[in-house]
């Protein structure tokens, strides 16, 4: 849309170019020279419209250009800070689970040793016996 519009104004440029030119004459040398300049200006705005419309596809090539490659910069950045990342959540994952699994253990083995010494007690009282001072 943007080639169209500044199409649109070399074309206008060109026109008022023409009529520009046409008007500081200073005599008219005949309908024949008016279609010859008419030829000419046309010509010229067609040769600007053409540099014009390079122009802007050139730009445009490496504008998109530029957008790929901080995309593609912008996604190994990403796909590098996931991947530390990912080790670093696999890491502490692992330190918790090794610490928790310690502690479970070290939780069940006195969790153990008390139910045993109060099934003692139990059997204690159940028998008989005296209870052991304390």
Do not use: C, F, Y
């Not at 200073?26 to 000419?40: E, L, R, V």
């Not at 419209?49 to 390079?54: L, N, P, V």
């Not at 090794?98 to 059997?123: L, Y």
């Amino acid at each position: 849309m943007n080639r169209m519009r500044l199409g649109g104004w070399v074309v206008a440029a060109g026109m008022l170019a023409g009529v520009a030119r046409a008007q500081t004459t200073p005599s008219n040398p005949g309908p024949k020279q008016d279609m010859k300049a008419a030829g000419q200006d046309t010509k010229q705005a067609a040769a600007n419209t053409g540099h014009a419309t390079s122009t802007v596809a050139h730009k445009t090539a490496t504008g998109t250009k530029t957008a790929a490659d901080k995309t593609a910069a912008g996604t190994k950045t990403v796909a590098k800070k996931t991947d530390t990342g990912t080790k670093t959540a696999a890491n502490k994952t692992e330190s918790g689970t090794k610490t928790v699994a310690h502690k479970t253990a070290t939780g069940t083995k006195a969790a153990a040793k008390d139910t045993a010494h109060g099934t003692e007690k139990v059997g204690d009282k159940i028998a008989g016996k005296p209870a052991p001072p304390q």
